[in-house]
């Protein structure tokens, strides 16, 4: 603290006197100079001889601030060199300072090193003790739950054998029951099986009368009858062929006069043709169809067929053969269609 004040001393001139503002007081030496110029004005002579003293004054000017330049850079290193022992001396005290501290520091350091090791060695014999203790404690408490245990064991086998026996023989009798119920189940499929082999057998001969059925030929050996059903389907296709060719002539003819005439829309003639030359058009494709029917007629009469019929295969009489040309099914299944 001392040292501070010092500093504080010795540095406040410094601040108070700097070279460059104590030159301007020395300035009232120029003033001559400038009064004596009005005389110089008369005569040449004069002038020559006031020169030398302008150059005297501004030497003199020049001396003046160098020596208290040079008193004030003296001044300067003065208060520098003090101020560089002051902070040498502060120096070498802190660190005196600093060696004490770091010497109190170690010889604490090492008295709490000390200390921790031996509440370490205390802490050391007592964790000793205690985990001695614990082993002792641990085993009596193993030993016990192993005697508690070998205990347990005896009474959990003596329960599991009793149990076991239980389960033998429930199983026993559950295995009884399953057996019989397979024994009925086997006689049961037994059964199924020879009612199925009945139904299969049946239906193989159904099946088989059926396509006896279906690739019968009722009046095959009758070769009169199948030429008199020949010749009616002949006549009965010529004469459709025939109406064919008269309803597609009455048609054209029909369209022929629709475009030659000019009709009245008023009293709907021209609906009216349309319409009949459409219901002629119409039953010409219905012959068609027909014509088409008694060609299959008259392949089944070749090859003996003709005469069955197409949904349950069975003769068809002759008297609805002849009646009805071509006819497919029996007076029955056609009622049912």
Excluded: W
């Excluded at 009232?28 to 020559?48: D, N």
């Excluded at 003293?53 to 208290?68: D, I, P, V, Y």
């Excluded at 008023?266 to 012959?287: C, M, N, P, T, Y």
């Amino acid at each position: 603290m001392p040292s501070k004040a010092k500093s504080t001393k010795k540095t406040s001139p410094a601040k108070k006197v700097p070279a460059k503002k104590a030159a301007p007081k020395k300035t009232p030496a120029k003033a001559p100079a400038k009064k004596a110029a009005p005389k110089k004005t008369p005569t040449k002579a004069p002038a020559k001889k006031a020169a030398p003293k302008r150059s005297l004054a501004k030497s003199a000017k020049q001396t003046a601030a160098e020596k208290a330049k040079q008193v004030a850079a003296a001044k300067l290193q003065r208060e520098r060199d003090a101020k560089a022992k002051e902070a040498a001396h502060r120096a070498a005290e802190k660190a005196k300072q600093v060696a004490a501290a770091k010497l109190q520091r170690e010889r604490d350091a090492k008295a709490k090193v000390a200390a921790r090791e031996k509440a370490a060695l205390e802490r050391a014999r007592a964790a000793a003790a205690a985990k001695a203790k614990k082993e002792r404690d641990a085993k009596a408490r193993v030993a016990a739950k192993e005697r508690e245990a070998q205990r347990k064991a005896r009474e959990k086998a003596a329960t599991e054998a009793k149990k076991q026996r239980e389960i033998d023989a429930k199983r026993k009798a559950i295995e009884a029951e399953k057996q019989r119920k397979l024994r009925e189940i086997e006689r049961r499929d037994a059964e199924e099986r020879k009612r199925q082999e009945r139904r299969e057998a049946e239906e193989r001969k159904r099946l088989e009368a059926l396509e006896r059925k279906m690739h019968s030929k009722p009046y095959e050996h009758e070769t009169a009858f199948l030429e008199e059903l020949r010749g009616l389907l002949l006549e009965t296709r010529a004469a459709t062929q025939a109406q064919i060719a008269i309803s597609e002539s009455e048609a054209n003819e029909m369209l022929v006069d629709r475009e030659r005439l000019e009709y009245d829309d008023e009293d709907g003639s021209s609906v009216a043709s349309d319409i009949q030359r459409d219901q002629l058009k119409e039953f010409a494709s219905a012959l068609r169809l027909k014509v088409d029917e008694i060609d299959v007629a008259l392949s089944r009469v070749d090859d003996g067929s003709y005469g069955r019929c197409d949904e349950c295969f069975e003769p068809i009489s002759k008297a609805r053969l002849q009646a009805q040309v071509p006819v497919f099914t029996c007076v029955s299944c056609r009622a049912s269609v």
